[in-house]
């Protein structure tokens, strides 16, 4: 968990979809900004929105993966971080 990052918000743009910087994404990754660009042209970036339902309604759950390295951030329906998670995945996804 990264105390910078929970309580820090993360931006909408206008058509309400949560926008995270290249800087920002390129930063927790431990990348420069051309090295994530160059990684992203060659499709090894992904990334994934889930929005809650039930008692998780108004919340998000934003996920970026890079090789075996996945981040994980719970936000709210104002863009405020709740919870980030980094961690290093098993080719099924799962935690090690």
Do not use: P, Y
């Not at 992904?46 to 309604?57: I, P, Q, T």
């Amino acid at each position: 968990m990264s105390a910078q990052e929970i309580g820090t918000f993360i931006e909408r743009n206008a058509n309400g979809q949560f926008e995270i910087g290249a800087e920002r994404l390129a930063r927790r990754f431990g990348l420069g900004v051309g090295d994530l660009r160059a990684m992203t042209a060659r499709g090894q970036v992904r990334s994934s929105v889930e929005r809650g339902d039930g008692e998780d309604a108004g919340r998000w759950r934003l996920s970026f993966r890079i090789g075996n390295r996945r981040w994980r951030l719970s936000v709210r329906e104002d863009g405020m971080i709740e919870d980030d998670e980094f961690n290093i995945v098993t080719s099924g996804g799962r935690s090690l």
